[in-house]
């Protein structure tokens, strides 16, 4: 079955970086587009990014735009999220998601990022 | 700004129907905007519920469907369970690349 594991997060000060990483498995990785989706705590779901199977094309939030990027290792079935220049308000769960052309398929479990001095 | 709207809250009765909605702040919602729902339990990642405006994710009952009611997209939940109670989300997709989620609606079956 399609498993996508996220790793990397934790706490960092403000303007720090971190690199998320999400392990997909039970799926052809390489034939796939793929999303980051993130949740602050208490709060709703926001869009991140989009990466095309092949990285032809790729797309961000304003909101993270210059600071973020996405990136994916067809060769290890991984997507990558490097985040930088980091603000309190980037705080969240960052959910990996398989997306399945204009929707949003499988999701992993999460991995925290918190951001604080 | 693109903004997403969606109720905050909504109450259902067990065995009862409800509908939740999904609009733009300026303009009506489409096909076009592939509008997709989504369920979350606390502490729980999202569950694809629907895609495309109408279609069922693999492995969600017929309970649960999707429309266009008017200017927004809907979710309609028909014969409500205990376990229905969760917080639903909403995402259109605005060209470009560009999704834009709703604020999320909790949903209480009592």
């Known amino acids: 079955q399609v498993q996508l594991v996220e790793s990397g997060g934790g706490v960092v000060q403000p303007g720090g970086s971190l690199r998320l990483s999400c392990a997909a498995s039970?799926?052809?990785?390489?034939?796939?587009?793929m999303d980051w989706v993130r949740q602050a705590p208490g709060k709703g779901l926001e869009w991140v990014a989009f990466i095309y199977y092949d990285e032809s094309r790729i797309f961000y939030a304003d909101s993270v735009k210059g600071r973020f990027t996405i990136s994916r290792d067809n060769s290890r079935n991984t997507l990558y999220l490097q985040v930088n220049s980091l603000r309190v308000e980037d705080t969240a769960v960052y959910y990996c998601?398989?997306?399945?052309?204009?929707?949003?398929?499988?999701w992993g479990q999460g991995t925290m990022v918190t951001v604080s001095s | 700004q693109t903004v997403v709207t969606q109720e905050p809250s909504f109450s259902v009765s067990p065995g009862g129907t409800v509908t939740l909605t999904c609009g733009l702040n300026?303009?009506?919602?489409?096909?076009?905007?592939?509008p997709s729902w989504y369920q979350q339990t606390p502490g729980q990642a999202p569950h694809t519920l629907i895609y495309?405006?109408?279609t069922r994710s693999s492995g969600v009952p017929d309970r649960f469907s999707g429309s266009i009611l008017g200017n927004k997209a809907a979710l309609t939940i028909t014969g409500a369970q205990a376990d229905d109670e969760s917080d639903y989300y909403c995402v259109l997709y605005m060209g470009s690349g560009i999704w834009v989620f709703g604020g999320g609606t909790k949903l209480t079956v009592l």
């Open positions: 039970g799926f052809t990785f390489s034939n796939n587009n």
């Open positions: 998601v398989k997306d399945r052309g204009y929707a949003f398929d499988m």
């Open positions: 300026s303009g009506s919602v489409s096909t076009s905007n592939y």
């Open positions: 495309s405006t109408n």
